[in-house]
């Protein structure tokens, strides 16, 4: 037979989540955790410096399973509308972490991940053409800003509308906008 073994990492993480579906992230403490869990104080700081680390790794490693495989431009929208249905599925915890007052480092982290999406899309987009580097991180930088407000708009209405509306709205909005913009910075 067979067993899986799970990483420290992820009873971490499942432990947070278990907590998340009924207090916010700012009311949860390392004690917390590790009783949710069973582990000690010591394997937690073994592994994360404090919550706000953890929050950090999770929300990049749930947004990463499903951005990975959706990493350029006839996919993108696959990907993005996999995370939104992600956050809907878990919406009190999504709820949980935007009412905290870390939602600042919620933003930093879905930056983050949404960036280093984009520019992916960004440089195959670019491939053949003379564009600097740092016009391609402004095309990645302001998409990423676009959909961030876009997601936390969305968090803050309650997840009302429906994600795949939302995504084809987008994609209405930015169809064939990266290679455009591409061009008129291209030398």
């Not at 073994?5 to 971490?12: A, F, M, N, Y």
């Not at 104080?41 to 959706?70: G, M, P, W």
């Not at 509308?81 to 480092?105: G, P």
Request: hydrophobic share 40%; aromatic share 14%.
């Amino acid at each position: 037979m067979y067993f899986m073994q799970i990483s420290t990492e992820d009873v971490l993480i499942d432990s947070l989540n278990n907590l998340l579906e009924s207090k916010s992230v700012d009311k949860i403490t390392v004690k917390d955790i590790v009783s949710e869990c069973g582990l000690t104080r010591q394997t937690f700081y073994n592994h994360f410096s404090d919550i706000y680390a953890l929050v950090e790794y999770s929300a990049c490693q749930n947004a990463k399973k499903y951005l990975d495989k959706a990493s350029d431009y006839d996919n993108w929208q696959e990907g993005f509308c996999n995370i939104m249905i992600k956050i809907k599925e878990n919406k009190t915890i999504a709820q949980n972490v935007y009412h905290s007052i870390y939602r600042d480092l919620m933003e930093k982290y879905i930056y983050d991940v949404l960036y280093g999406y984009i520019i992916q899309i960004v440089e195959k987009q670019a491939e053949g053409m003379s564009v600097s580097q740092n016009h391609k991180d402004f095309i990645a930088h302001f998409y990423s800003l676009a959909f961030i407000a876009i997601i936390f708009e969305w968090i803050r209405d309650d997840m009302k509308d429906d994600p795949e509306e939302i995504v084809e709205q987008i994609g209405v909005l930015i169809h064939g906008d990266f290679k455009k913009a591409l061009n008129k910075y291209a030398k």
